[in-house]
């Protein structure tokens, strides 16, 4: 069974794994630091959520074959990957490190909120993948912070 945002074991799982990173986690590819990351997570929620706005880069087949492959093949994201330029904590990002400990409370809150506007039906389409189902999105959620998890070794 793949990992999902709406089992409430996988959730906590993936909730135990975020309070295990510290500010000196050490990164195994990519720019962003621990801290980084965390501020990144909880911003690509808020973008899921429309608090805050991301451009979109959405073609056939991103919609289509990308989506499927990113979200159902069950295969770890490629490392690396480029995330959108309000995302990108070396760039235009939303929200800054601040203090550590609250900027992980954040993210936690953070998915919490993404959660609900799931089960809402409260959501734009991604901005690369187009329209998503409830499942996908609750998919998507846990997959993304798995990665960024895993970029530290977590």
Known sequence: ??????????????????????????????????????????????????????????PWFNRTFLKWAALWVPLPWKDGLRTRPELDQLGEAHTRPGDFEADRQEVERQIEIFIAAVKRGGLKPHPVFGPLTTAAWLRWGHLHVDHHLRQFGI
Do not use: F, K, Y
């Not at 945002?5 to 720019?31: F, N, Y």
């Open 1 to 58: 069974m793949l990992p999902t945002l709406a089992r409430a074991d996988d959730t906590a799982e993936l909730l135990e794994r975020l309070r295990r990173v510290r500010p000196d986690s050490p990164r195994r590819w990519g720019r962003m630091n621990a801290h980084q990351m965390l501020c990144h997570c909880a911003d690509a929620m808020r973008a899921m959520t429309g608090e805050i706005l991301v451009s979109h880069e959405s």
